[in-house]
Nanobody
């Protein structure tokens, strides 16, 4: 089992920045990838970014490429998502996830409770 807990969400104006953090614990040897997903009201959950657990390879959705940065700190067991130049379309609940996949949420077996990000125009 892997436990995940997000923090760092909030309200920010368009053009601003936020840093999300995910603390993870448990059987971390089960993790091949860690990712961030988001779900806006009335929309399906979508991939945002992912990080390879062994080689630290990074993957991004086209909508956030160049604005968001995913990074991990293995000793501290944290996964961060630095979000710059935020736009109202980034408003969503952001979830941290761990598992075997990269882009598909069905490949992630462990999820945090989510943290709200609201970007005002």
């Amino acid at each position: 089992q892997v436990q995940l807990a997000e923090s760092g969400g909030g309200l920010v104006q368009a053009g601003g920045s936020l840093r999300l953090s995910c603390a993870y614990s448990g059987h971390t040897f089960l993790i091949n990838f860690m990712g961030w997903f988001r779900q806006a009201p009335g929309k399906e959950r979508e991939f945002v970014a992912a990080l390879g657990a062994s080689d630290f390879s990074t993957y991004y959705a086209d909508s956030v490429k160049g604005r968001f940065t995913i990074s991990g700190d293995n000793p501290q067991r944290t996964l961060d998502l630095i979000m710059n130049n935020l736009i109202p379309e980034d408003t969503a609940i952001y979830y941290c996830a761990a598992g075997d996949g990269i882009y598909s949420d069905s490949m992630y077996g462990y999820w945090g409770q989510g943290t709200q990000v609201t970007v005002s125009s």
